[in-house]
């Protein structure tokens, strides 16, 4: 079992910038490959971003290419997702989890654990 935790979400005006931290415990973090996905109210989950167990791979879904970044460190067990330029269109539940295989990051079903959320709120 691995556990996640988000936190960092609060409400920002459009422009700010915003980190998300997702902390792991459990089996070991860095067995694993880390995902981000969102869900506005009314939308259907998104993929955001993911980066490989050791760093070498990230990948990011094209809404938010550009102005975020994924991130981890493995000694903390913790991922990172950095958000800057942000828009009202990025409001959401933000989700981090974790899978074993690369080769699908994009589907959120292939993930094998998930975090409880954190909210992202911008403002116009």
């Not at 009314?42 to 050791?54: D, L, M, Q, T």
């Not at 009202?88 to 409880?116: F, H, I, L, M």
Request: proline residues 2%; contains cysteine; positive net charge.
């Amino acid at each position: 079992q691995v556990q996640l935790v988000e936190s960092g979400g609060r409400l920002v005006q459009a422009g700010d910038s915003l980190r998300l931290s997702c902390a792991a415990s459990g089996r070991t973090f860095n067995n694993y490959h880390m995902g981000w996905f969102r869900q506005a109210p009314g939308k259907e989950r998104e993929f955001v971003a993911a980066i490989s167990w050791n760093g070498a791979s990230t990948d990011y879904g094209d809404s938010v290419k550009g102005r975020f970044t994924i991130s981890r460190d493995n000694v903390e067990n913790t991922v990172y997702l950095q958000m800057n330029s942000l828009k009202p269109e990025d409001a959401a539940v933000y989700y981090c989890a974790a899978k074993r295989v690369w080769s699908t990051v994009r589907v959120g079903s292939a993930y094998n654990y998930w975090g409880q959320g954190t909210k992202v709120t911008v403002s116009s």
